[in-house]
């Protein structure tokens, strides 16, 4: 679904929501009955429509989130390719992580790598890659529960 049709479709279902509400304050309908029907009936399509439309917005913050990892994702690889065309040491590790941390997060697990990498094997978590790694670290990976 293009920006556009996103906004077009929560402009819809704004004005369905519009027309709900004014169906329900018709007070020139005095059958109780019938009323009390079309207003439970509107109050669900209601509800239903604010659904449609927080996951619409979510759809666009989800497309956002997406474009900004794909540009991370390529800044990280041209980063590591002019690092390991232009390495003279083999001193670099470079690890990436397919999830966001927190920056005390990072900092843990920074500190976590630093101090396996000075043992010679670095343990990654599932959902992390090792990009670059010098010749007397050895990479493992921890393994999944239930798994030997």
Same mark, same amino acid.
Do not use: H
């Given at each position: ?26 007070? *020139? ?56 065309? *232009? ?62």
């Amino acid at each position: 679904m293009t920006s556009k049709e996103r906004e077009e479709a929560i402009k819809y279902f704004e004005q369905c929501n519009s027309n709900i509400i004014s169906v329900c304050k018709d007070e *020139n309908n005095y059958d109780y009955e019938k009323q009390e029907i079309i207003s439970y009936a509107a109050r669900k399509t209601y509800e239903a429509n604010k659904l449609a439309i927080e996951a619409l917005e979510l759809e666009k913050e989800f497309d956002y989130y997406k474009s900004q990892c794909e540009s991370y994702e390529g800044t990280i690889n041209k980063l590591t390719e002019t690092i390991a065309d *232009n390495k003279s040491d083999d001193s670099l590790l470079i690890i990436k992580s397919v999830g966001f941390l927190t920056k005390e997060d990072l900092e843990y697990v920074c500190n976590e790598i630093a101090e396996q990498r000075k043992l010679g094997v670095v343990v990654l978590r599932q959902g992390w890659d090792a990009v670059l790694v010098p010749s007397d670290v050895e990479i493992k990976f921890e393994e999944r529960e239930g798994k030997s």
